[in-house]
């Protein structure tokens, strides 16, 4: 059984270019979840999704970062015009469903992580 | 909002129980998790609790909750190694709210 696989595991990207996440989640995992983790600091919730929708993103950044996870295929976390302060660890992680029988336990399965340097 | 707080750093020696603690705000939380991340890896989930238990025992794990306090800890008996680490406290907050809020991290350093 494959785990949540991530790609690229590392990239290089310099000021005001684009950088391009993909999150594969477990398969039959409907549920995918971006967090980013700055150097010596814990995950951050960026965003989580559906099939084809955005369910909360109280935690992106409200300009140049967009996510999605279409019907076919993994899910992308897109940054437009990359700034140093991007330069973090993005992991994806995914979930077979959101709320189970009512309550909210929630295990997330996380992925390897992109790291992003930005120079 | 929701706040998770832990120390950053434990250092204990090898054979000893590492006891990292961990406190919360959001009252409303459901489950609190405990993840063990590597060098380089993801997050490895290692065990949660629910909110209406006090205490979670798997193998050398052991999870405290004393939900008055908001104060969750992990303890790990007989410390090996290969428990060197970053562990990482988080919780579920309000119900239908998927997303985990996570603590800093604490570093856990294993003295021979």
């Known amino acids: 059984n494959a785990g949540v696989m991530q790609n690229p595991r590392h990239l290089v990207r310099r000021r005001g270019q684009e950088a391009r996440l993909r999150c594969s989640p477990v398969?039959?995992?409907?549920?995918v979840y971006w967090y980013r983790q700055l150097p010596e600091e814990g995950l951050k919730f960026m965003v989580y999704?559906?099939?084809?929708?955005?369910?909360?993103e109280s935690g992106m950044p409200k300009e140049r970062f967009s996510a999605e996870f279409p019907k076919e295929g993994p899910s992308i976390l897109r940054i437009q015009q990359v700034v140093r302060g991007d330069s973090a660890a993005y992991f994806c992680?995914?979930?077979?469903?959101?709320?189970?029988?009512?309550?909210?336990?929630?295990?997330?399965?996380f992925g390897p992580g992109t790291r992003l340097t930005v120079l | 909002g929701e706040d998770v707080e832990q120390s950053l750093f434990l250092s204990v020696r090898e054979g000893d129980s590492s006891v990292i603690n961990c406190t919360y705000t959001?009252?409303?939380?459901?489950?609190l998790y405990w993840y063990k991340q590597e060098p380089g890896a993801g997050l490895q989930l290692l065990t949660y609790i629910f909110s209406n238990m006090d205490m979670k025992q798997d193998q050398r794990l052991t999870v405290l909750l004393n939900k008055k306090d908001k104060h969750l800890s992990l303890r790990i008996a007989d410390t090996q190694t290969g428990d060197s680490a970053i562990y990482f406290c988080a919780e579920s907050g309000l119900k239908g709210a998927q997303k985990l809020v996570f603590g800093q991290g604490t570093r856990l350093t294993i003295n021979p």
């Open positions: 398969k039959g995992h409907s549920h």
């Open positions: 999704l559906q099939k084809e929708n955005i369910i909360d």
């Open positions: 992680a995914s979930s077979p469903s959101g709320l189970a029988g009512g309550s909210s336990y929630n295990e997330q399965f």
């Open positions: 959001d009252s409303s939380s459901t489950y």
